[in-house]
């Protein structure tokens, strides 16, 4: 909307995001990890994901900074959750702060009360300036991971339990389990086409490095797995495990199944994203897993205008 245009320094322009720019969103996001932390996590299916998000209206609650060339220097999104990203080469222009702004006003024209988001705990630029801003941490988030020279080995399943690999048809089955589970902790259960979208219809989804836990005809555990193309590794997207079946080792039988999936395609390692509000942390450290980086959720209140 007009008068949420920002004010930007010489040389750029800012316009909404469209599908067409998935692409680039991604190289800029891919180019902040890998500056970061040597490697890309993003692929273009997540960021296409986000976009197509219900609730997200991409003319209203996006912004794409471009320089004088053309080329995406910054984005940010504010839906739910806020994202801001400043390409390498364009940080230290004011670039963050202005998106912030734009971010925070957007918001609060959306009738928000607060504003969220997640930043490298290693990026102390980042910190510093929501920081200097007025935002709190309000939750850790850890991405693990779990190396593997050697085949993992997997532990034989409970009594009545098969495992096998995700097929075709499991995908409603797949989605009830999960959002019951998420249910527990998570404030908003996402629709089928919402969740498929993240998963199951993602280009880097990976069917046969994903496990699923059958007690006779009913699915009570899923690891949902990507393979992400530009990191090299096996990444899994969503543990859950029916209630009535918890504290049976289900969840690492299942990881370990992936594990073992990923490793038969050459991968050396596997990662997955969790936070302090799960309470699984214990659980993957249990399965051998290790933090390889930790981010910190950021809240700020929102005054009226």
Partial sequence: MPDLVPVLPPGYRAVPATAKDISAVHRLVAACERELRGRVHTDPGGVAAVLARPGLIPELDTLLIHD?????????????????????RHRGRGLG????????ARARQAG?????????????DAVALLRSRGYEPMVTEWLLEFAMPDEPAVPEPPAGIVVRPFRSGDEHAAHRLVEDAFDEWQQRRRSYPEWAQH?????????????????????????????????????????????????????????RHAFR?????????????????????ALYLRVGMTVRHSSTVYRKILQSA
């Fill in 199 to 255: 998963t199951v219809e993602r280009p880097t989804f990976a069917p046969a490095m994903s496990a699923l836990a059958f007690n006779g005809t009913q699915l009570i555990g899923a690891a949902l797995s990507l393979d992400l193309p530009e990191s090299g590794e096996g990444y899994v997207e969503e543990v859950a495990v029916h209630r009535d079946h918890r504290n049976r080792g289900i969840a690492r039988l299942l990881l």
């Fill in 112 to 124: 928000s009360e607060q504003i969220v988001q997640t930043v490298p705990d290693d990026d102390t």
């Fill in 261 to 281: 999936a990923f490793h038969r395609e050459g991968r050396r390692a596997c990662t997955l994203a969790t936070h302090s509000g799960t309470g699984a942390l």
């Fill in 97 to 104: 702060s202005v998106l912030l702004d734009w971010a925070e």
């Fill in 68 to 88: 004088e060339t053309g080329r995406l220097a910054a984005r940010a999104w504010v839906n739910r959750r806020s994202e801001v990203d400043v390409h390498p």
